[in-house]
């Protein structure tokens, strides 16, 4: 069965850090795209960062380019997310997904094997 867990939200003062992790099972030895989105109250799902297994490529939205950072560790089957210079319109749920297999893009529409139950990060002003 394929899982994922976030965890590491919180909440965090404007200009502070957070790091996320998704650690996932089920799929230990395939390769996968991983992919951090987010979702704030009354806005639309947001793509924030993804990976892909296969040559550790990645890709940022242009919100949190420069500010965030993705990085695998496959011995602890863990995805993370390194976000910087937090700013109060990072206030959402994150939620990482992952499609199992290989593609061509760093971040496939779809579809997604598995979703994790989310996370929550604030950020005060």
């Known amino acids: 069965e394929v899982q994922l867990v976030e965890s590491g939200g919180g909440l965090v003062q404007a200009g502070g850090s957070l790091r996320l992790s998704c650690a996932y099972s089920g799929f230990t030895f395939a390769p996968y795209h991983i992919v951090w989105f987010r979702q704030a109250p009354q806005k639309e799902r947001e793509g924030v960062s993804c990976i892909s297994s296969n040559d550790g490529s990645t890709y940022y939205a242009d919100s949190v380019k420069g500010r965030f950072t993705i990085s695998s560790d496959n011995a602890k089957n863990t995805v993370y997310l390194q976000m910087n210079s937090l700013k109060p319109e990072d206030t959402a749920v994150y939620y990482c997904?992952?499609?199992?297999?290989?593609?061509?893009?760093?971040?496939?529409?779809?579809?997604?094997?598995?979703w994790g139950q989310g996370t929550q990060v604030t950020v005060s002003s």
């Open positions: 997904a992952v499609i199992i297999g290989l593609s061509r893009d760093v971040c496939p529409a779809g579809p997604y094997n598995s």
